[in-house]
């Protein structure tokens, strides 16, 4: 790793003589580069500092000795601080290694203020932070990342007035994994008011805690919701944000997921931030009514269109509860085995398919079984309509929409991770699977 290069001679700046040892948190002891202006920042005023940050130790912007040609000083020997000049300290230290990638970086001064403070790595991002009101205390905000070289570039002036900069490095510890997600809604879009916001992670998460502290959902109506944690059917760990009650139409939801730095696991970091945002549509809910064999398509409280169905069989019967549609397809071969059922059925392009579990139930058009519609329950599981009907229900409906199953006889409850099951609980009981309950 190149060492910082430390400015040349300048006219009031002392050679180098030897000090005594520094201890603890090393010091940047900034010599004037030039005249006491007053140009500069200052305080709050000051622009947040994007660049590297710069360690604990001493060094100081004075004239560079021939003899070491890397540090600009005589071999072990330190650089004497400008009278006039700002005492900088860093932390994490000059050319530390192996840092926690998200620790925070501060760079302090004393006998004067800093003017700026830029911290940028290897990675090719850059690291924000504020000033203090005061101008002694420079703060990340913004996060590192894994396996990156950072460099701290600090300007100040002293109390004399005399400005002075200066360079420092430290190196994140590397990652053996890093760890990504997948966002549902991904970024943008209409969706029903059943919608969660939905995480599902590429590898475990083993503090919680610490990534839902770093997760957050707003929406341009208040909105009472919670995060739960569940394994998605593919058995990977996902946390979903669902409201109290439906989202009210028209509400714009925004999930910002601060994760850069962040540690899921042993030596499995996140490396970037996740933002999404989507908009809830129409008041629909989609209600089953099994024993009458009926669909009903209600929007904003008034029923628009009723629709003749054939449900699960009392074999096969269909799960109740609170589902949500997850996708449609004009058309799709509905297979048996794909549900666990064995060589069953196999039925290429089927029109109108409309799903509601993760596992295989769904809204379909059944001109086979045209007989039993609006008549008897006689399907796997699946909400089975005619051509047409399907088609009106499939043009009508969009994903996010609830889908309340009644009167069903089965005593299987959908798990939460198939499909967006959150609602299939309470609300007391989906807060409880909250990290931060």
């Known amino acids: 790793m190149s060492r910082a290069a430390i400015p040349g001679p300048r006219k009031g700046v002392r050679t ?27 305080a709050q005023g000051t622009s947040t500092p ?61 006998d004067g203020v800093l003017t700026r403070v830029r911290i940028s790595g290897t ?33 100040s002036r002293s109390a004399t007035g005399k400005d002075g900069s200066s360079t420092s490095t430290f190196t994140t510890a590397k990652a053996d994994r890093i760890n990504k997600l997948a966002m549902k809604p991904a970024d943008g879009g209409t969706f029903g008011v059943a919608q969660p916001v939905s995480i599902t992670f590429d590898y475990p998460v083993v503090d919680k805690a610490e990534v839902e502290r770093h997760l957050n959902v707003t929406a341009s109506v208040p909105t009472e919701g919670s995060w739960g944690w569940i394994k998605d059917i ?9 409201p109290k009650e439906y989202w009210k139409p028209g509400t714009k939801v925004t999930l910002n997921a601060d ?23 129409t008041g629909r809910v989609v209600e089953v009514d099994v024993p009458n064999h009926k669909v009903k398509v209600i929007e904003n409280g008034e029923t628009v269109k009723t629709l003749a169905m054939s ?3 009392d074999e096969f019967p269909t799960r109740g509860g609170t589902h949500v549609i997850l996708g449609k397809n004009a058309t799709e071969t509905l ?26 139930t769904f809204f379909h058009s059944a001109a086979w079984n045209t007989a039993n519609i609006g008549v008897d329950n006689t399907s796997h599981g699946c909400v089975g309509m005619t051509v047409e009907d399907a088609k009106w229900f499939y043009e009508r409906v969009q994903v996010g929409d609830p889908v309340v199953v009644k009167g069903s006889n089965s005593t299987a409850t959908t798990d939460p991770g198939n499909g967006f099951g959150a609602w299939q609980l309470s609300y007391a009981q989906w807060q409880a699977k909250s990290a931060l309950k």
Do not use: M
């Open 335 to 360: 297979d048996s085995q794909t549900v666990g059922l064995g060589d069953s059925y196999k039925l290429p392009d089927v029109p109108w398919v409309v799903h509601f579990t993760s596992s295989g």
């Open 259 to 281: 994760l850069t730095g962040v540690k899921s696991g042993k030596g499995t970091y996140f490396a970037r931030d996740y933002a999404s945002t989507f908009t809830v549509g």
């Open 311 to 313: 449900a699960g069989s």
């Open 50 to 110: 994007q660049g590297t940050s710069s360690p604990q130790g001493t060094a100081s912007a004075g004239t560079p000795d021939p003899q070491d040609k890397n540090t600009g000083q005589e071999k072990n020997q330190a650089p004497v601080p400008d009278p006039d000049g700002a005492r900088v300290t860093v932390d994490p230290a000059n050319k530390a290694t192996g840092i926690e990638p998200g620790k925070a970086i501060t760079v302090t001064a004393a």
């Open 234 to 242: 593919t058995g990977k760990d996902r946390v979903d944000w669902r």
């Open 123 to 155: 990675d090719g991002g850059t690291v924000r932070g504020s000033l203090s009101a005061d101008g002694l205390t420079w703060t990340s905000s913004g996060k590192t990342v894994p396996g990156s070289v950072y460099t701290v570039s600090v300007d």
């Open 16 to 42: 180098a003589v030897a000090l005594p040892a520094v201890a603890a948190a090393s010091v940047l002891l900034l010599a004037a580069c030039g005249g006491g202006g007053s140009s500069g920042n200052s």
